[in-house]
């Protein structure tokens, strides 16, 4: 045991107590806990914290690993927990903090190290844990993921460097990994795994511990091999389940030809997934509505491009398609809907399934042709069309013209393949207005060169009639679509069913009984617009009505508003419902190593509530007074909330999840739990009894699952 100038954690000076002895004792010792440092005994002039830190190459403090308060005067016997489990034969460095303003946590700048005899206090001692042993151990249990990306591993202990790997099942063995996480040697408890993908509801999955044969290098499933228990991999499988709520995804599906020799490949453009997995299954025709399966694929939620099938027949003739999505339900792998057993249910977003009907058209790769249809220019840039295929084995130009035969773009065309789908043409100029264009066929005389009206001549058909089609381009429709909502996750945002922008605009969103106020807004360019979420400046009340309205600026450069083809503003109005109970704003909590982090705010427009956003730990969180709020704390189990009132070092509970906060039975409060989940209206009683901290109420005093609640006056409304 011996004493040492302090230089840690960035402390460029430090600031000294030059009172009365200090006294502060810490014994080379075999803890009989891996997490837990014994202090024989301390003398402190002022209340303040015992902090225990690892040391660096050079001795000095490194890492804070645990504090613990102490009171004025002498004490023996103590016991500081630490945030991580020790190592043999480690130097670790103890230090007394002193404070006149007793806060309840160690904070490095509301503290002075004491001094003993001028200098200042630290003790370095080693530990020893030979006496400790590590069995190597794996326990994990079905849980409910949130955020769906995270998986909580009950307990994993080593006994050297090892990886952490979570797979998915393939028939009731580990199959493709999907996370992991490198470990030290050491016992973790309720230790979270990031996934490279969301977890699929009911999805069974499988953790398993390897050694990690390389150091610095990622997971090798070939040199790292399974830890084993009496021959055993130490492999544990279990299930997961994401949150309730509903599943949605979109679908874009475009006309197609394909070669009459090959005519089994189709092509979808576009498909989205959102909260599942799904199945995409096409079907031919029965009369109008989705017959036979004639192709499926397993997508994982997200968006995917261009998605290939091969059909089990092939096509003859020109035929019409059905492209639908199916929940992956229950997740085996296999799609099994028969319309009648429940499972791989068609996914319904507003009560209609998502379902897209295209056509097909096998053509012959041999006979020129050129096949364009009409079109609206759904979004920016406005000098770019769309042509379906063209058919030709040569090199050759494609060219367009306008009405008056100006040309207007060409695009230069290769000899393979001789189906030519899904070209994009660029032309000269935008497109104003409905405009009749004319696509015309010409060979290219001399491969490679640019489009020469004099020397390319036009390919003609078997009929010697040119190869060419004419079709319209036109901009889009102004048009404006809402419907009735029911709020029943968050008061605070509504959307907006569609918005078709014929130029740059702006979307306002005011009550029907005082326009004078603006709620929201949202800046909109050209384009299609679906699904609108807008975050309001104040919670809504159940029965509101609102006004959707667009909005230009007019060549004097004068917001005015929008008008459809007839000449009407674009204003639509709409009521809301919104339930009793439901939350302003609803967070999502997790954790961090020993620090809480909040992982989600809906609507995602209030995140700046959060100080230092989703990334930082134990963040100070701004709440509006009379708002409602919802939390989601996925460490309930271990971690349950309580909001209260700090003052030094003492601390009062006024809400909690445990249900002994001195508010919780308060009916301005109204606090509903449920598992996990918490909710609350920030009441005037609530704010005047002080409240202006968050912690876990298991965690007491030391450091992390702690922040800081800075009580705010609702934000006002703007001006419209």
Known sequence: MFTTALVACGYDEIPLFNEPENLLIIEDQSPPLATEIQISRVIAESAGFITIHDADADGTPANLLGT?????????????????????????????????????????????VATSQGEPLQVAFTVSLEAIAITPALDVENQMVDPPYEVLISQVATTEPAWLVIRTDNEGQPGDVIGSALLARGIYQNMRVALHRDAFDQERLHASLHIDARADDAFDPASDLPVAINNTPLERAFTVALPERDPAATLTVQDQSVDLNNASRIVIASAELIGTAGWLVIYNDNGGRPGTVLASKLLDAGVHQNVAFELNEALTDDTTLYARIHQENPADGNFTYDGQNGEDPVVMVDQKPVVARFSVTPIDPNTPAIIVRDQILESRPLNQIHIDAVVYNQPGHLVVFDHNDAFLGTLELGAEPAIKSNLTLTLSRDIEGIESLRARLYTDTTAGDAFDRDQDPQVTDANGAPVEASFTVDLLTMALETRDLLLDQVSTEVRIDLVHARQDLTLEIVAEDDDTKLLAEASLDYGIHEDIALTLDRPLLDGERLVAQLFIQNNEGVRVPARDPSGAPLRATFEVSVPPGTPAIFLTLSTSGSNYRVTRVLPAGYAHIIDGGYQASDPTLTLYKGWRYGINNTVFADNPLEFGKRVAI???????????????????????????????????????????????????????????????????????
């Not at 016991?79 to 806060?103: A, F, I, K």
């Not at 409240?691 to 699952?705: D, H, M, Q």
Request: aromatic content about 6%.
């Open 68 to 112: 613990l308060p102490v009171d004025a005067g002498s004490a023996t016997d103590l016991t500081v927990e630490l945030t991580r489990h020790l190592v043999d034969q480690e130097l670790l460095l103890g230090s007394l903090y002193l404070s006149d303003s007793d806060p309840e946590s160690f904070e490095p700048d509301d503290h002075q």
């Open 650 to 720: 003492s601390f009062t509970s006024l809400l909690s999840q445990r249900g002994d906060g001195a508010y919780d039975g308060d009916s301005r409060v109204n606090r509903r739990v449920d598992g996990q989940r918490i909710w609350f209206t920030l009441s005037d009683d609530l704010v005047n009894a002080g409240l202006n901290r968050y912690r876990s109420a298991t965690v007491g005093f030391g450091i992390g699952r702690r922040g800081d609640l800075r009580i705010s006056d609702a934000p006002g409304l703007r001006q419209r």
